[in-house]
């Protein structure tokens, strides 16, 4: 232990992005707040939950620089980390479970960072316990009213990962019953994680998807759908008597009034993004959702707290049913002189089925 905070407290061999040197573990907690803060980030969609992989950015990032590693080592084991958290989440139900996907970021983290930090298999699978066994993360964290937490939660989870696998490194040990074991992760979530480690391809990437607007990623379709609607007939915010939002159940419970809680007065950054009432009625006012829309001032305007009020989320069974292969949605507008605006949509741009191109800057994403 006098090793650990010889090497923990001496100063800062990683860099802070924006400026800046401090500790590693320090350091993956800031870097992973910068990238998961704003909320314009990629998602891993499976039918018992999701996970963020970019999640992985700022702790096998500042492993990497602990580790003076090459950008080849840094790119490999940042793949290896996305491989990792996205199969246990494809296999595990964590959040239909009632826990957050910081678990198996927990998991994908300690791996990354051990391969950096050149651990032994033994000890990376120490690591990996170490880090997991005490970040068991409850998926409240996404609940109303949502905290500040919700950006920052990664970050710990990232902290926690690189001093244990540091710790692993100097012979500390853990659980070995972790997954198998009496009392581990399969009694938790009442099922086998039956993954198969031995496919070591590094293609799961291509089946994440990115966002396009400050939303969570099940906002995506229904903001473009909006919006098209919104500039295809030349609508006002002002012209909108109701509209009507049909999509898949976990949209609906996390963003639409369901399990996670009423969306009826937001007033935060975090309780905004996680609201599709207010998305919907951000979108109509300021014809974009990027991190200005965002503005608790703008969240709490009279107009936005208004026009939401107008706006229903309801889950639709046939969306649900096509849910994770599409992320569908239904629009419809009624207008004040009568008139019923409507767009269906399965797909966006930054989706499976629509990528985000490497030279087009879409204007939507940042306004």
Known sequence: MREQ?????????????????????????FNSGLVRYVDLLDSYMSPGGLC????NFGTILSAAEHARASGEEFMLALAVAFEIQCR????????AK????????????????????????????????????????????????????????????????????????RGFTGPSGLFEGPNGLQRMFDQKVDVDWSDDSLEIIKQTVLKKYCSLIHGQPVL?????????NGLTADDVETVLCDIFQSGFD???????????????????????????????????????????????????????????IHPDEILTARYPRELGTRITIQTKGGKILDREQSDYEGGL?????????SRNSTG
């Open 88 to 95: 246990f989440t494809a296999k595990v139900p964590v959040m």
């Open 5 to 29: 905070f010889a090497e923990y407290r001496s100063g800062g061999s990683c860099s802070l992005i924006g400026g800046g040197k401090t500790a590693p573990d320090q350091a993956a907690l």
């Open 52 to 55: 963020h992989p970019g999640d």
């Open 224 to 232: 473009e759908a909006v919006l098209k609607l919104k500039r295809d």
């Open 98 to 169: 009632g826990f957050n996907h910081a678990i198996q970021l927990a998991i994908s983290t300690a791996a990354g960072t051990g391969k950096l930090f050149g651990l032994s298999e033994e000890q990376i699978a120490h690591a990996i316990s170490i880090a997991t066994v005490d970040n068991i993360s409850l998926a409240c964290v996404h609940v109303e009213p949502v905290s500040q937490w919700k950006g920052f939660s990664p970050g710990m989870t990232g902290m926690r990962a690189i001093y244990s696998a540091s710790l692993a490194k």
């Open 254 to 312: 996390i963003a639409g009034g369901g399990a996670f809680g009423p969306k009826d007065r937001p007033r935060t950054k975090e309780q905004a993004d996680y609201n599709l009432k207010y998305l919907i009625a951000a979108a109509l006012l300021d014809d974009a959702v990027g991190p200005a829309q965002l503005d608790p001032s703008r969240i709490r305007a009279a107009d936005a707290q208004a026009l939401l009020g107008k706006v229903e």
């Open 353 to 361: 089925g629509n990528p985000l191109s490497w030279n087009k800057r």
